[in-house]
């Protein structure tokens, strides 16, 4: 069992920057590939970005390449998310998770993770 727990959401005006991060409980994190979705109210949750257990390859959402970064530390055992020129729809609760599927094409499916954490709230105001 892994556990997950996000940090870092924040109120932040449009144009801002946060970053959030997600801790896991065991050291075997390396072992996983690691995904950030997020849910609006009212939404379905959404792929944002993911990244290799070996952090060569990263992948991301449309609407936010050019600026989200996703990285991890796997000595820490933990994966970030710096968001950079946040928008107003940008406004979700952002779930890290982690999967044991090796293929990329699962990375875009909540449905291929294993764990996920609790989520932490991002609001973006004008």
């Known amino acids: 069992q892994v556990q997950l727990v996000e940090s870092g959401g924040a109120l932040v005006q449009a144009g801002g920057s946060l970053r959030l991060s997600c801790v896991a409980s065991?050291?075997?994190?390396?072992?996983?590939?690691m995904g950030w979705f997020r849910q609006a109210p009212g939404k379905e949750r959404e792929f944002v970005a993911a990244?290799?257990?070996?952090?060569?390859?990263?992948y991301y959402a449309d609407s936010v390449k050019g600026r989200f970064t996703i990285s991890r530390d796997n000595v820490k055992n933990s994966v970030y998310l710096q968001m950079n020129s946040l928008k107003l729809e940008d406004t979700a609760v952002y779930y890290c998770?982690?999967?044991?599927?090796?293929?990329?094409?699962?990375?875009?499916?909540?449905?291929?993770?294993?764990?996920w954490g609790q989520g932490t709230q991002v609001t973006v105001s004008s």
């Open positions: 990244i290799r257990r070996e952090t060569v390859n990263t």
């Open positions: 998770a982690a999967t044991s599927q090796y293929s990329s094409n699962s990375f875009y499916f909540p449905r291929y993770y294993d764990y």
């Open positions: 065991r050291r075997t994190l390396s072992t996983y590939a």
